[in-house]
């Protein structure tokens, strides 16, 4: 959404005014009201059970709100929601089956053929983010819930494969939110999660065109070009989600280059993963000037996002939890929650609402886990 100014005229001055006044609320639906996040909300005076439910509560609080005021799957609240909050259900509970049914009800009755389009020279097929995060969402919720793969699930990833396009990526076109909707490989890897996490999918696969498919999705992850440094250290994800396409020296050398991103405070910064004209093939002005003119511009402060997302890769690549890197990082993120439970972050994409706030207490509570700090 693009700011709009219009200038209103006196016979003496001149004075800029922005029609649509700064949100009230992050996430507000009838029975709650879940505060915009600032850089100032006080910090928690210690991290522990109490603070951990107050950050399970901020994402079922947001997750339930958009379900009712929007219904549409995002990459910034309810994606993430049904993504991460699943693998949590051991020590969160269970998570809400409104949010379930309102990805269910997305999914197609019958998958057909997409329709691929071009603008600006760039290929795409529409909706591929959305069909990827729901997919994606649906096969966590069968893995961590139930336990077995449903048939909406299964009709789900068929649909996300349709929207693939012919050198086996995923393309998303439109301005850039940072993270999740960055580049073509940060997508195709999400793909290949959603893939790789329905239960027995990929094993009991005997679609001729399904597998096809797969494999060059596989193809393009193993061989695509890194973008930039966020790319670089993704491999640590796709190997582990699909460790058969990345060797040994380059999770060596994906590891090497997030452990030298760690600031002396302990955290990481998104920042620090790209220059701002590389994160998307297609950069708004809105996103650049918002980025270059943080006060931190020149050298980024860490952020609960990528201090808690390096964790996770750390974890996902068998690197002890005792490792001095993520303790370090395990101290940053308790010092930095705050006291309504989530951890702040200054959006890289709109200023107004800062939903990289939820995606990053989602990742914050994961990288917990994944240490098994969340008592």
Not at 140 to 148: L, R, S
Request: charged share 25%; hydrophobic share 40%.
């Amino acid at each position: 959404m693009k700011h709009a100014f219009f200038l209103l005229l006196t016979t003496s001055v001149v004075v800029a005014a922005d029609p649509k006044p700064k949100p009230e609320f992050q996430y507000q639906t009838e029975g709650i009201q879940v505060s915009l996040p600032t850089a100032d909300e006080p910090k928690v005076k210690a991290f522990g059970p109490d603070t951990i439910k107050a950050a399970a509560k901020y994402l079922d609080d947001g997750a339930v709100c958009w379900v009712r005021e929007k219904t549409c799957v995002n990459c910034h609240t309810t994606g993430p929601y049904l993504s991460e909050r699943p693998a949590l259900s051991k020590q969160l509970g269970m998570p809400l089956e409104e949010v379930l049914a309102d990805f269910v009800k997305t999914v197609p009755a019958e998958v057909k053929p997409q329709k691929e389009t071009e603008k600006d020279g760039i290929k795409y097929y529409g909706g591929s983010w959305s069909s990827i995060w729901r997919s994606l969402g649906l096969a966590e919720w069968d893995k961590h819930v139930t336990g077995k793969l449903s048939s909406h699930t299964e009709r789900s990833l068929k649909e996300m494969l349709m929207r693939q396009s012919a050198d086996g990526s995923f393309v998303s076109y439109g301005e850039v939110e940072i993270p999740h909707i960055t580049t073509d490989f940060e997508l195709t890897l999400q793909a290949a999660r959603a893939a790789t996490a329905a239960p027995g999918w990929l094993a009991s696969l005997k679609d001729p065109e399904l597998l096809t498919r797969i494999e060059k999705m596989k193809s393009w992850l193993r061989d695509a070009q890194p973008k930039n440094d966020f790319d670089r250290i993704l491999r640590l994800q796709l190997a582990h989600y699909m460790p058969e396409l990345v060797p040994q020296t380059q999770r060596d050398a994906a590891l090497t280059l997030l452990s030298s991103k760690q600031h002396a405070d302990g955290g990481w910064s998104l920042r620090d993963l790209s220059t701002v004209s590389d994160w998307h093939f297609k950069m708004s002005d809105t996103v650049v000037k918002l980025i270059n003119s943080l006060p931190d511009a020149s050298k980024p402060e860490s952020d609960a996002y990528m201090t808690a997302f390096a964790i996770i890769l750390m974890r996902q690549n068998n690197i002890p939890a005792s490792d001095e890197r993520i303790q370090r990082g395990l101290k940053w993120l308790k010092q930095e929650q705050r006291v309504s439970g989530r951890w702040w972050m200054q959006s890289l994409y709109r200023g107004n609402y800062s939903y990289i706030t939820y995606i990053a207490t989602a990742q914050a509570l994961k990288a917990l886990a994944l240490c098994d700090e969340l008592h």
